[in-house]
């Protein structure tokens, strides 16, 4: 069983950074890839990066490449999203997920989430 707590989020303006945390509880944190997604109001929820268990694995959307950058410190228990360069239409409710079973940007087969974090970009 693993808990999952974001934090981080804000009102920034467009052109701003923001760095995303999630804390993980549980034991084995070490074995989980983790992913984040973001969901904005009336849209389904979407793929943003992943990480896999040790870190040698990254990918991300088309939409954020360049821009963000995913991280995990395991001795922290925790994953990181550093946000640069945002824009606009970055603004949605950002969540953290756990999985095992390999990298991926399918929702549907991360087993945990967190209950997310609001990040407002401004024009």
């Known amino acids: 069983q693993v808990q999952l707590v974001e934090s981080g989020g804000g009102l920034v303006q467009a052109g701003g950074s923001l760095r995303l945390s999630c804390a993980a509880s549980g034991r084995t944190f070490s074995t989980y890839h983790m992913g984040w997604f973001r969901q904005a109001p009336g849209q389904e929820r979407e793929f943003v990066a992943a990480i896999s268990w040790n870190g040698g694995t990254t990918t991300y959307a088309d939409s954020v490449k360049g821009r963000f950058t995913i991280s995990r410190d395991s001795a922290k228990k925790t994953v990181y999203l550093q946000m640069n360069s945002l824009k606009p239409e970055d603004t949605a409710v950002y969540y953290c997920?756990?999985?095992?079973?390999?990298?991926?940007?399918?929702?549907?087969?991360?087993?945990?989430w967190g209950q997310g974090t609001q990040v407002t970009v401004s024009s």
């Open positions: 997920a756990a999985k095992w079973l390999g990298v991926s940007m399918v929702p549907s087969s991360y087993v945990y």
